[in-house]
């Protein structure tokens, strides 16, 4: 599975920007998707996932309420929509797919692919 991450850029605080991660390969054999993040300096967490199948979702309490993720399947992409932006957002935001059908969302070492990165800014 191959992975592309799309949409970064420079926002306002309180402004809102779209990321997309475009599937490409075998991605029948894709559990879940996820979004995660890295601030300099600090570990990769997530951000919010989606089961590729279902369509369930999970949120970081970061990202409730402000954050959605969707899937659209005959694309094979997957989107993050982020809204009402803080500059504690800052950071380089990666896609990710799981291959295996159980664990948890939210561990990084679960995923098996990643995308590059999209650095996303928010200014105060």
């Known amino acids: 599975v191959q992975l592309q991450a799309f949409g970064g850029g420079l926002v306002q605080a309180g402004g809102s920007l779209r990321l997309s991660c475009a599937a490409s390969g075998r991605t029948a054999s894709s559990y879940a998707v996820g979004w995660f993040r890295q601030a300099p300096g600090k570990e990769r967490e997530v951000v919010a996932a989606?089961?590729?199948?279902?369509?369930?979702?999970y949120y970081a309490d970061s990202a409730k309420g402000r954050f959605t993720i969707s899937r659209d399947s005959a694309k094979n992409t997957v989107d993050l929509q982020m809204n009402s932006l803080k500059p504690e957002d800052t950071a380089v935001y990666y896609c990710a797919a799981r291959a295996r059908s159980f664990g948890t969302y939210y561990r990084v070492y679960e995923y098996d692919y990643w995308g590059q990165g999209t650095k996303v800014t928010v200014s105060s």
């Open positions: 989606i089961n590729w199948t279902t369509g369930n979702t």
